[in-house]
């Protein structure tokens, strides 16, 4: 099992920018890369970036250049770099694990954009 725990959202306005964490733990060696992904309200969960072993990233088209994702292997931890943030941008992000033979999801953590 691989647990996941999220942390660094909250509010912030348009413009501003914000870090959010995800620490992983157990049996983490079963992970080949990790995710972000974005549910808005009423809307369906979204893929925001990924991130491999290897350091490989992707992003989804509409936070390229404003998102950037990290990993901090010493820490196991993988971090979302958020800056420009619109309103649109508000939703629950969650932290994904993808492993062998399963994904993991953390909670989610509440970003909320607005003046």
């Known amino acids: 099992q691989v647990q996941l725990v999220e942390s660094g959202g909250g509010l912030v306005q348009p413009g501003g920018s914000l870090r959010l964490s995800c620490a992983a733990s157990g049996t983490i060696w079963l992970i080949y890369a990790m995710g972000w992904y974005r549910q808005p309200p009423g809307k369906k969960r979204e893929l925001v970036a990924t991130i491999t072993n290897g350091g490989r990233d992707n992003y989804a088209d509409s936070v390229k250049g404003r998102i950037t994702s990290s990993r901090d292997n010493a820490r196991n931890t993988v971090y979302l770099q958020m800056s420009g943030l619109k309103p649109e941008d508000k939703a629950v992000y969650y932290c994904?694990?993808?492993?062998?033979?399963?994904?993991?999801w953390g909670k989610g953590i509440l970003v909320t954009v607005s003046s």
């Open positions: 994904s694990a993808h492993g062998n033979p399963r994904d993991y």
